[in-house]
């Protein structure tokens, strides 16, 4: 485990650093990150220098950031205890290996004010409009158009937000 790594998944996950502290931890393993609040036992992998958190932002417990294709987090942005963002899949491989090589990247993009609850896993290109709220356990594959209640596997939208 390289340097940045163990930064970011050993000494920033541990429960008994600071969420202020962990904040630099992160920033120093690469991240870019604002004025927020980041949880303990989080992961993650990947190339931290395109991973973006803008202010006032709070990350659960558990969440896992894969950063590698970038991901931008706006800001005021929550995220619930163990959601997963991911930025990397593969093409489907013939039979002897259905996860072809090499793996492609795609950014994902979580507008400002944007709520995602536990266990929520968001697909990589995909992105999710201001003022967005996805249910616990969504499964979110495709854009989610601004200020939406959007639920399910795959999420879709359940229900227009006021965007005031």
């Known amino acids: 485990?390289?340097?940045?790594?163990?930064?970011?998944?050993?000494?920033?996950?541990?429960?008994?650093?600071?969420?202020?502290?962990?904040?630099?931890?992160?920033?120093?393993?690469?991240a870019r990150i604002g004025r927020s609040a980041i949880m303990h036992g989080g992961h993650y992998g990947g190339d931290?220098?395109?991973?973006?958190?803008g202010d006032y932002c709070?990350?659960?417990?558990?969440?896992s950031l894969h950063p590698t294709g970038g991901i931008a987090i706006g800001d005021r942005v929550a995220l619930g205890p163990h959601v997963l963002v991911f930025t990397g899949t593969h093409e489907v491989g013939?039979?002897?290996?259905?996860?072809?090589?090499?793996?492609?990247?795609a950014p994902v993009v979580i507008g400002d004010g944007c709520w995602l609850g536990?266990?929520?896993?968001?697909?990589?290109?995909?992105?999710?409009?201001?003022g967005c709220i996805v249910?616990?356990?969504?499964?979110?594959?495709?854009?989610?158009?601004?200020?939406?209640?959007?639920?399910?596997?795959p999420a879709v939208r359940k229900k227009d937000l006021d965007p005031a």
């Open 1 to 30: 485990m390289g340097l940045r790594a163990w930064l970011a998944n050993g000494v920033a996950a541990s429960a008994l650093i600071p969420s202020r502290l962990r904040r630099l931890l992160l920033a120093g393993a690469g």
């Open 48 to 53: 931290l220098s395109k991973l973006r958190i």
């Open 58 to 63: 709070y990350l659960n417990i558990g969440v």
């Open 94 to 105: 013939p039979a002897a290996r259905r996860a072809a090589n090499p793996p492609r990247f």
């Open 118 to 130: 536990a266990g929520v896993i968001v697909h990589p290109g995909v992105t999710i409009g201001p």
């Open 135 to 153: 249910a616990s356990g969504a499964v979110v594959v495709a854009d989610c158009a601004p200020n939406g209640l959007y639920a399910g596997v």
